[in-house]
């Protein structure tokens, strides 16, 4: 399995972003998804999910409404927009699939199977 998360990079806060994350060796259209997302000397925290087929979204709290999460099962790739960017939102980001089809709560990072390696944001002030 991979998720290759790509899209990072060094941007002006009140910019926006679009992360991807390329999916194979696993059922990509019958997994959950979600976005994580690490800061230097932070726990990881969760930034968005995805019911695996996008019917569903759910967002961190200190995400939701500046970024949105999809999904193409038909390309095997998910998606994280992000809008009016932060410094605070500088982080590594990761994608992970979920262990479960209908998890009862997408949050917890135990939860992801697999993840990708990270794509690093950096948000200027």
């Known amino acids: 399995v991979q998720l290759q998360a790509s899209g990072g990079g060094l941007v002006q806060a009140g910019d926006s972003l679009r992360l991807s994350c390329a999916a194979s060796g696993l059922t990509f259209s019958n997994r959950v998804m979600g976005w994580f997302r690490q800061a230097p000397e932070k726990e990881r925290e969760f930034v968005a999910g995805?019911?695996?087929?996008?019917?569903?979204?759910v967002y961190g709290d200190s995400v939701r409404g500046r970024f949105t999460i999809s999904r193409d099962n038909s390309k095997n790739m998910l998606y994280l927009q992000m809008y009016t960017l932060k410094s605070e939102d500088t982080a590594v980001y990761y994608c992970?699939?979920?262990?479960?089809?209908?998890?009862?709560?997408?949050?917890?990072?135990?939860?992801?199977?697999?993840w990708g390696q990270g794509t690093l944001v950096t948000v200027s002030s």
């Open positions: 992970a699939a979920h262990r479960s089809n209908y998890p009862r709560d997408y949050e917890p990072a135990t939860g992801y199977e697999y």
């Open positions: 995805i019911s695996w087929r996008g019917g569903y979204t």
